[in-house]
């Protein structure tokens, strides 16, 4: 049974900082592309940051500078750094892994962010 279980939301003031961690199992992680979308309310969901199984990334125009994602493959973990967060930041942060050879796709069941002072 496949489970991404998402950790690390809350809520930070403008400028503030959060690490999002998302833990897999039941998939070979080693071969799926692991992403972060966030869903505001009332918004559709949307890609944040995006990690290739050789490490190449890529993110949203909104976050350049400020979001890092990151793997550890021992650990079948995935990492959202986000740094000088914006109250535009709050949603709610889904991790997402996809199988590159059988392009199946799974969620976590997200976690809130939310920033406001």
């Known amino acids: 049974q496949v489970h991404l279980v998402e950790a690390g939301g809350g809520l930070v003031q403008p400028g503030g900082s959060l690490r999002l961690s998302c833990t897999a199992s039941?998939?070979?992680?080693?071969?799926?592309?692991m992403a972060w979308y966030r869903q505001a309310p009332g918004k559709q969901r949307d890609l944040v940051a995006i990690?290739?199984?050789?490490?190449?990334?890529n993110y949203v125009d909104s976050v350049k500078g400020r979001f890092t994602i990151s793997r550890d493959n021992a650990k079948n973990m995935v990492y959202l750094q986000m740094n000088s967060l914006k109250p535009e930041d709050t949603a709610v942060y889904y991790c997402?892994?996809?199988?590159?050879?059988?392009?199946?796709?799974?969620w976590g069941q997200g976690t809130q962010v939310t920033v406001s002072s």
């Open positions: 997402n892994s996809d199988n590159n050879y059988s392009r199946v796709n799974y």
């Open positions: 039941g998939i070979i992680f080693r071969i799926n592309t």
């Open positions: 990690i290739a199984t050789g490490g190449s990334t």
